[in-house]
């Protein structure tokens, strides 16, 4: 069964891509000296949920890392072990003040 990831922010998809494209940079393709084509997915992958799917996936496949939960296993048959054969994203549905203030006040569904 796969994972899903619980409410998401309205606004995570830049700043998630952000993270990931530092992570793909600094830590995974710097530790395998290998490079991840940027400018292609700029290029070539329209829409920004779509980028963001191109890179956890790329993170998942290649270097065996869930980005939603944390997991890093040796290759991505470990990881689906570990995490699950796939860990997938609701549709944004919480606005950030209402995400953001959620950990401080209970549930973010009371704000609805």
């Known amino acids: ?13 830049p700043r998630d891509i952000v993270l990931c494209k530092r992570l793909i ?10 490079e991840f084509p940027f400018e292609k997915l700029e290029t070539d992958v ?3 949920d779509a980028k963001l799917d ?19 296993c040796e290759d991505e048959r470990n990881l689906a072990g570990k ?6 994203r609701l549709p944004p549905s ?4 209402i995400f953001d203030t959620s950990a ?4 973010a569904k009371q704000f609805e």
Request: hydrophobic share 40%; net charge negative.
């Open 1 to 13: 069964m796969p994972k899903v990831t619980p409410e998401m922010a309205l606004d995570h998809v």
């Open 25 to 34: 940079k600094e830590v995974f393709d710097a530790e395998k000296e290998i």
């Open 46 to 48: 329209e829409s920004q």
């Open 54 to 72: 191109t890179l956890v996936l790329y993170l998942r496949q290649v270097h065996g890392y869930c980005f939603f939960c944390g997991v890093k």
């Open 83 to 88: 995490c699950a054969s796939q860990h997938l």
């Open 94 to 97: 919480v606005d950030r003040l």
């Open 104 to 107: 401080l006040y209970g549930s």
